[in-house]
């Protein structure tokens, strides 16, 4: 009985790995804008840092609980620098390490001091209830018409910084402590994934996009080549009617067949800028529009 017992824990600890790299594999691949690329790297740090805190940690300080709290200081402190659309300059990896040797040196204190374990993880908490906020002001102020998604990740983002706001009053009682790390894991795999489907729906409407630009360029491009091909034909055409060589005519279809060529080249970076530039709509005055033509 013993031994079916392992071999239940060893099958459901692979499906939770390979569960969590899926889901880690995709959010990465599928974060395609800079803000989502912050979010999912720091979503995957704090959770491995939070799944150390559940293997390392017990109900006493110890050094080791450094590694949970600064992957979960890095890992939050991500998700805030992309919603505020920071990058990682030197500046700010100096901040980054100096926000884990502060963590740090509360960890000493409380074991010095003997403080219970929570106090440690009350500024850590703050923080991370700060950046969860921040983060779900971002998302309700979406301008894009993800309904669904931004509706979980708002939910998945409230929760999960509600939690750490709870922290301190549920922490000291042992009951309620569970009921912490069970309502802090909701909202962190509820966010989760939710910021996969808002990622590959984002994904999936660029491309639609790019699509539609490349169709209506490639129309654009097709017309307008036609009329160059034409001017040239026309003047090689005249040349032979003369039945002699005729630099003008021959210049003239010459300077059309380049005019084509620069016209793909601009045709092609226009059509680079507009599949690569998130575009907004913008109500118009199509009367003040059609006055101005």
Request: proline content about 3%; aromatic content about 12%.
């Amino acid at each position: 009985m013993q031994e079916l017992h392992l071999v239940l824990d060893s099958v459901m600890l692979v499906a939770f790995m390979t569960l969590y790299g899926t889901v880690t594999w995709s959010l990465i691949r599928y974060s395609t804008r800079e803000m989502y690329r912050y979010w999912a790297i720091g979503w995957v740090v704090y959770t491995l840092g939070a799944l150390m805190g559940v293997l390392l940690s017990t109900s006493i300080l110890a050094l080791t609980d450094i590694f949970a709290m600064s992957a979960m200081y890095i890992g939050a402190t991500l998700i805030q620098d992309g919603t505020r659309g920071k990058r990682l300059t030197r500046k700010r990896i100096s901040i980054y390490i100096v926000g884990v040797l502060l963590f740090f040196v509360i960890l000493v204190l409380g074991l010095l001091l003997s403080w219970p374990f929570y106090i440690v993880f009350i500024p850590l908490g703050l923080h991370i209830a700060y950046v969860c906020l921040l983060s779900a002001k971002t998302v309700y102020t979406m301008q894009e018409s993800m309904a669904q998604p931004k509706f979980w990740l708002l939910t998945g983002m409230t929760t999960w910084g509600g939690s750490w706001i709870l922290f301190p009053f549920m922490a000291p009682i042992p009951d309620f402590y569970l009921a912490f790390m069970v309502i802090q894991a909701v909202g962190v795999v509820v966010a989760g994934a939710s910021m996969l489907t808002l990622f590959m729906m984002t994904v999936t409407r660029d491309l639609e996009r790019q699509y539609k630009v490349t169709q209506i360029m490639s129309s654009l491009v097709q017309h307008d080549i036609r009329n160059y091909i034409h001017v040239a034909r026309l003047a090689l055409d005249l040349t032979e009617n003369m039945g002699m060589v005729n630099d003008h005519w021959i210049e003239v279809a010459a300077n059309s067949l380049e005019g084509a060529g620069d016209f793909i080249d601009e045709m092609r970076e226009i059509a680079i800028s507009l599949t690569r530039t998130q575009i907004k709509p913008l109500p118009i005055q199509l009367l003040e529009l059609i006055n101005s033509v």
